[in-house]
């Protein structure tokens, strides 16, 4: 039974910030081809998008390419560049409404605690304070909604980026090679649960 594994995201989903090896979907690929299972990845991340964008530009794509399995990390952005939340959860449940039409099993990552990146130390915390729970909350209750697998991305950086000085690359802003292996790591129980059914 081979996986036809799409992935949709932002820059976390290309993997910028790693001089190899890409983000974390290329590397849960290929943590499942470890697992002797055939795997093909078609990787839609789009560096800089905000949930809209995929809304916009992917969703046409995704439903093409009769995914078995797909896996959405979006929403740093939009907190970011100020996306109201419920306009936010809007476009997930869009996106959520239209990829239930696949069949594939879907899979959801929230926000990682921003606060404990390097950057939030220059930027003002106006930006990020009491705005990651309330855009978590809406990733939460959108995967309620719909069936979607949330990974909890948020509680597991609160362990990991302490304990993981090199989880950043030197930007402080985006996961390095490092980073991203630990997020392969932390949703590879649930990847390999939905494509083993």
Excluded at 17 to 42: C, E, I, N
Excluded at 128 to 143: K, L
Excluded at 160 to 181: K, L, N, Q, T, V
């Amino acid at each position: 039974m081979s996986v036809n594994y799409v992935s949709l995201g932002d820059s976390t989903a290309v993997g910028v910030g790693a001089s190899q090896g890409g983000g974390y979907p290329d590397r849960l690929a290929s943590r499942l081809r470890k697992d002797g299972l055939p795997v093909g990845h078609t990787n839609l991340g789009q560096s800089g998008a905000r949930v809209r964008d995929i809304v916009n530009t992917a969703l046409k794509r995704v439903i093409a390419l009769q995914p078995t399995l797909i896996t959405l990390g979006v929403g740093t952005n939009d907190l970011w560049r100020g996306t109201e939340v419920a306009e936010f959860q809007d476009d997930l449940d869009r996106i959520a409404r239209r990829l239930k039409q696949t069949g594939a099993s879907m899979v959801v990552v929230n926000l990682a605690d921003l606060a404990l990146a390097p950057v939030a130390k220059l930027v003002p915390s106006a930006l990020y304070e009491g705005r990651i729970e309330p855009f978590n909350d809406a990733i939460a209750s959108v995967a309620r909604s719909h069936g979607l697998h949330l990974v909890d991305l948020y509680t597991a950086s609160q362990e990991m980026i302490p304990r993981r000085p090199d989880f950043f690359c030197s930007d402080g802003f985006h996961p390095s090679a490092e980073g991203y292996e630990e997020w392969a790591d932390l949703m590879l129980p649930v990847v390999r649960t939905l494509v083993r059914r």
